[in-house]
């Protein structure tokens, strides 16, 4: 069969997963090989070059927003599933407590403290070796190539200077409240020069976390061993607060919403999705523009699907039926990750395409292998 040339309409509309009052349609991808007669899906690594992109809405430190254009759901969910689970970060593994006589149990501390986001020096995050128990094996020996100590000791007395009667008990006492900034770094051997000073030290991202409060002569005195790990462990080993993405909303005007109705119809969006734009004379002398002898009225525009959060309120309504189609573009996936804190959002984005890549690098020297 001779090949068929197709529009990039077409291209465009099959990308759309349909959105209606209550089904979803079109929700299966077909750009593959012997799906459509005489066309050609075959996948090309420069034509994913040429097409692939990135782009960057909001890049703060512990928040960002992007999106992945022109890519495949399961690629972009792998990004999601490395985020969560398989970015290895440092955490608090094993608690020696020493005494503590605060009304927290030992037990119920020791998950607070294991909860407790740390940072430090990335590099030294990298050079840390990894601590993991190997069934019916003894647990390797801590060393300062696999273990972070940190100590907690606090106790707490009464302020003599306070004023006789005072019910404030930060007032009325010393370390009335014991928070991460407590969690003191003991460098061992070569940690000093793989965690300097005063950056890539060893340290909680939030130090005003509080663990515990104490009452004149009670006091908590252990010791920490942190450990490098990775989500899929534990969870306190994930380097995201969260980590998911959306695909890119769609809002189709087919036919004028004017007036009252267009005020209306904006109600039905997050505010900035939907404006309200008078009508022109030009168009409404264009004969089958749908604005014919409605000048100086207002009409409805589409202004940023970006903010949409597709509730399909506006299809509930009956003067929007047939007016509007709702949908979202499959290959268009926009990303929020929420860093914890112990590495900037965007370098946790650049960590999980090398760790894709590692994968892909094994998986292919593994079927070299099984070639052979």
Not at 46 to 52: A, C, G, M, N, R
Not at 157 to 176: F, I, V
Not at 285 to 304: C, F, I, L, P, T
Not at 322 to 341: A, M, N, P, Q, Y
Request: with cysteine; glycine share 6%; proline share 5%.
């Amino acid at each position: 069969m001779a090949p068929v040339t197709v529009s990039q309409d077409e291209l465009d509309r099959r990308k759309i997963v349909g959105v209606n009052a209550e089904t979803v349609t079109n929700v299966t991808s077909t750009d593959f090989p012997g799906h459509y007669p005489g066309e050609d899906h075959t996948w090309d690594v420069q034509k994913f070059k040429d097409s692939f992109q990135v782009k960057f809405y909001r890049n703060d430190p512990f928040d960002a927003t992007f999106s992945l254009i022109h890519t495949d759901a399961s690629i972009a969910n792998a990004f999601r599933r490395i985020l969560l689970a398989e970015i290895p970060t440092l955490a608090v593994e094993q608690v020696f407590v020493h005494n503590n006589t605060s009304i927290v149990q030992d037990e119920v501390l020791s998950h607070r403290l294991g909860l407790v986001p740390l940072t430090g020096a990335a590099e030294g995050l990298k050079w840390l070796r990894w601590k993991k128990r190997v069934e019916g094996e003894e647990a390797p020996a801590p060393s300062d190539f696999n273990t972070i100590v940190m100590k907690l000791q606090v106790e707490c007395r009464r302020n003599e200077s306070a004023k006789k009667g005072e019910e404030d008990p930060l007032k009325a006492y010393h370390n009335a409240h014991v928070y991460a900034s407590e969690m003191k770094w003991q460098v061992i051997g070569q940690q000093k020069e793989r965690f300097p000073e005063p950056d890539g030290v060893i340290r909680p991202v939030n130090p005003g976390i509080l663990l515990a409060k104490l009452r004149h002569g009670q006091a908590i005195d252990l010791e920490m061993h942190c450990v490098k790990g990775i989500g899929s462990d534990h969870a306190k080993f994930s380097p995201v607060a969260t980590a998911s993405y959306r695909l890119l909303p769609t809002i189709d005007i087919v036919k004028p919403i004017i007036g009252v109705d267009a005020k209306k119809f904006a109600r039905c969006f997050p505010k900035g999705v939907i404006g309200v734009e008078d009508i022109t004379e030009e168009e409404a002398s264009r004969e089958g523009s749908g604005y014919e002898d409605h000048g100086g009225q207002q009409k409805a525009v589409v202004m940023n699907p970006f903010k949409d959060t597709v509730s399909r309120e506006c299809l509930r309504h009956d003067e929007f039926v047939g007016k509007v189609k709702l949908g979202r573009v499959r290959d268009h996936f926009i990303f929020s990750v929420e860093s914890t804190g112990q590495f900037n959002s965007d370098a946790l984005f650049l960590e999980s395409i090398q760790l894709l890549r590692m994968k892909c690098i094994t998986l292919k020297r593994d079927l070299t292998n099984i070639m052979r």
